[in-house]
């Protein structure tokens, strides 16, 4: 009487198995599935990189020969480079990365003084760092 317990086990052992391996094949497939779908559309984000003073163009326009450097402070702040050695020159650098540019971009206004007023301006604008 033993042996047919014996062959029904081995039996409903061998009808199991196929559901396992499908069961199996199924889950390694959707996980599979599951990790290309977050992999494709995962973008790895980045920052944008802002650096220095923003300087709009309105402002710099007002910017003319004959100003203090209290006023020139007032229209574009503080400057972003403080020369000890030229102190009659004022430096506004502004720097920009974002993900959607190819190249960052990148302004630099400097003011020259003298006496204690503007002498001069220059716009040294470039696209590339």
Known sequence: MQSP????????????????????????????LTSLLI???????RIPIQQGNFLDTK??????KGMTPAQVRYLL???M???PFT???WDYVYYLKTTQM???EQRHFVVYFEQGIVSRIEQLDSSKP
């Open 39 to 45: 992999g494709s559309s995962a973008c790895v984000y």
């Open 87 to 89: 102190k009659d020159r």
């Open 102 to 104: 190819r190249t960052p």
């Open 5 to 32: 317990p014996t062959t029904l086990k081995m039996m409903h052992a061998t009808m199991r198995l196929p559901y396992r391996v499908s069961q199996v094949r199924t889950f390694l497939s959707a996980s599979l």
């Open 77 to 79: 702040g503080t400057p």
């Open 81 to 83: 480079i403080a020369d």
């Open 59 to 64: 402002d710099i326009e007002q910017v003319s």
